[in-house]
């Protein structure tokens, strides 16, 4: 079974490559990228020397060509938003499976995405997409969609922890704050001052405050579970770090809700999945204990004093926070063990 | 005018004594570290090679000795609670001002103390100790007290902020939620695994959630600019960097209060307050851009569509938050220049 | 086929526990830890949760009870020098093959050994034993020995560039100059002062100058490739990073060779060989490009003003510097793929 | 005594604006640049916020204008190499004192400048200009001359520990190798790929082998003190921090010579110099430990197996490798004491 990705030169892209050329089920058959077209992909991506990469050769983006490769049977979308839906426009039609990493199919309200995000490339495809976490989204996807729309590295980091949280009626919708702490590479691979390591290096610091992006998909999401509309606080942060996004949300206890019933929400969400680990309250999770797996790990506390849970996630944001969660949705839409290429 | 440092092994003693010997008002004659009695301070602190700390030793520190030094008009504790309040204990009936960088005086509730951190060793100096944050204290304190409580670096990050906000009301009192991220020398230097190279490098964790010792300085002092009770939550973070904190802050707006109100707050808090720096609404602090300053960075930020204010700020956990602030403290009860020597 | 691990609390057994887990063709079936014994894996190495080592526990480590284990083929020794000596005594008599990663064997010499390391605990071992570069030793040592000792990090980083113009003399003997520059683990899970986060961010330094131990397994390995005696300066630093060895080394060229027959020498000596990679003159070895693999990175120039080729090299110090290459020895020792488990 | 910088907004820049505001004996009266012209200093060095920085502007940098200003007694140039002899060719006849920070002066002879830099934009001015090490050039350089060099980065921590050594013959001239490991500041504040957070953090890596510019300079240099041609290998590395430079130099003993000599020949050539520790044989220079200070760390060991010296420093390459240098060059020019804010 053939797969290519369409932009492989960010951090995501680089992270997918490695892991669909580690996949025991799949051939990584075609990489494309416009600054590196004719390079092999191991000099573009060092780390990859001595493996497959020397052979395989970036090619050039054209996306009716691309839809004319039959050989191919899924492409993934590694691009910024609005470029992914043009290639989407034309490989869907081409009866190509296509699961798309950035934000252009996250959000199923058109007049939100197009709040955020401005004009949108495809609507049309709209019908035939799905948000899908694996973790919560109906398995009937696998059958219904065209298009797999992976979720963003923040909004994982928030809608797995509180999701079973508001369908159990566990917490109230009501005063939720969620702060994130990410590392650098969410910004992505952007040649700008503010990214220098100089900059970075020894420095905290809150930015995107009040509407940053990811927040359209993360109250979409989560007005869905908790079946009301979910209007939540959303701080991130810039850490001193590389990977790893670590999220803390402080939430109101609902009436009667003890720490008890939230980890039994979380149990009832999330029992036999391998990327979920539900840690003892009192220990918090840890972005370095994520780093390079498709992990997310979960811890809460009560804190009677306030009435509130203080739920804490950790995972990694080039993985399951995107390529891990890609090549997870892969797994599941091609019949494949949900872990394969990913232990 | 001479003055001496019980304790100085550790990263904020450090930053005293450097900002001690920089000093233009005051001579540093004494130092005390049990571990390093007899050394030279430039050998414990090579960074200050080549500087008078290579003719100043660390002495033991007993301390009847300490107290029977009549040229020492100011002694700085830089101890572990419990063991500072054993030297006030000889230091004070002695005559010697006191400005302890422990927890030991921040907190005038002795019952709320021992809730937190157990025995009092010398509650009987409580009525001559006042926590003085500069910025905020009443200064009639300069001339009240024998003691002078610093702040600690977490609750200086919370309370400048929110003081004045709950004092003009511009805030309400419930539902904050503070989320702190601090460098990893806030934990000491404790030779302890979790505080190795390789364990925090790449590593953001929260801990000591729900009851964090700090809780009760940061209450306490903000039950009193409010006239009323004041229960927060207070979410501590490590994030790998050596020095700094910031501080996110969602606090719902009061009925009627903007934007311009709560900046308005600030500005009549803190005009011509050298170490207050506010920060335009969406700017936000940057903890690298306070590093080695006295100073503190404030911004805010409304959002309409939770109706909360998003509040940051950020300092020198070892300056403003420890060592910089006692110089402050210094600064003004002897009647130097606010900013001597930290500028 | 069962192998087991002694002693994996630190990070080069953390390491080859991961890789282990997810190896092809072997179980982990035993690991031992004094310090942790009862506890699952996961628990300690918090960022295999969700894998194998959920259910594995870490057992004490009775020398004669290992011995008695006939189900475990192989054992990978990850102790310090001394100790490991202690268990190979009873392994060996016992019929397991014994992959060491500590000193103890790497040295023919037993003179040597005992002026760099002092007693030596089963020097009856030593013919039994043999140093293992896979890339360099005599294949007959897979049916010839007991026990295989593992290379050393950073003589790794120096034998794999210099071995190969040694025995082709493109380099003199003379005035060979080796710097190296280690990430943090290279010390070791060391709860010290001197490994704190504080005190290595940001820190650059030379350490253990002029007699550094694995001087003695660099010297006799490069000295027996040369046919005569190398004596070499090694200046041994560390950077301010988790993983990786950078080494510079600075040998004056023999009469008439040139950069190209250095490359004919590496090409010669290398071909097919899966984890060496050689650079084209001019681009230079970066640590971050081989964190997590198996590979040594090689480059060289020729530096006509001086006479000398300027070698670089670079590799993980935790994966070919210790565990990668321990797993690298027991897949050709066994007749695995060389690369099973480590692509 | 007013003073102005051309060229503020790079790392050095900044570095020199924060000790020229700081110093007890001249005033910061202009500071160009075309980037910010316009905006107040603290606008772009946000750590000077709540300093005289806030009401200082960045003004546009005519070089006649400039010129023209005779309030102004003293330039430093922080330009790239051409435009600073640029700068120099209408400040030096107008009869201001210039402190050039770039390479335009620094290389006497015009052969080797041009051979290493390119056409030289000023080489009339040569003879008016000298390259000033203010503990190696002859003093009388402050009658002199109308333009100082301020020495490079790498070259003071090469320099400052051969020149005594070469000159007392306790070093031979051949086979000296220098490896230098600095911080990422040292590539100056470039929006490059090259120096962002994620690709710098976590690497380290040798580059500009061979022929690095600042050679000329070092080799003009040592030569001049050894009185015969010096030619060296020198490799320099980036290593994953933001200031700080290490230099680790091996350098066969010359014949008698002793580690006493090699002290002796330091001693003699920087007592009484507040800017140079030379620290026990056995201990080694720490990068952190002389991150914003002018000092230079020496150490040295003799190894008796190789016959050679092998000597470190370390100094801050913003401080002592650049603004620090500058300013202790205007002290003794103007007559100031020599640690005029400096320490």
Known sequence: MKVGIVGASGYSGEVLVKLLLGHPHV????????????????????????????????????????????????????????????????????????????????????????????????PELLPHARYVLPELTDPKWRSDIKLAAAPGCYPTSVIVPLAPLLSAGVITRQHIVANSFSGVSGAGKKAEEAYLYCERAESAKAYGLVKHRHLSEIEEQLSLRAGAPVVLQFNPHLAPMRRGIITTITAPAAPGATIDSLYAAWRAAYVGRPFISIIPSGETPDSAYVTGTNRVDLSAVHDPRTGNFVITSAEDNLVKGASGQAVQIMNLWLGFPETAGLL
Chains 1, 2, 3, 4 share one sequence.
């Open 27 to 122: 051939q990584l058959a075609a990489v494309t990228s416009r600054q590196h077209a004719g390079k092999p992909l191991s000099a573009v991506i060092p780390s990859l020397r001595g493996t497959a990469a020397d052979a395989l050769k970036f090619t050039t983006s054209d996306a009716a060509e691309l839809a004319a490769r039959d050989d191919i049977a899924v492409w993934f979308l590694a691009l910024p938003h609005g470029t992914a839906a043009d290639f989407a426009k034309a490989l869907v039609p081409a009866g190509r499976k296509v699961i798309d990493l950035s934000a252009d199919f996250r959000v199923a309200d058109l007049a939100t995405y197009e709040k955020y995000y401005g004009h949108h490339h495809a």
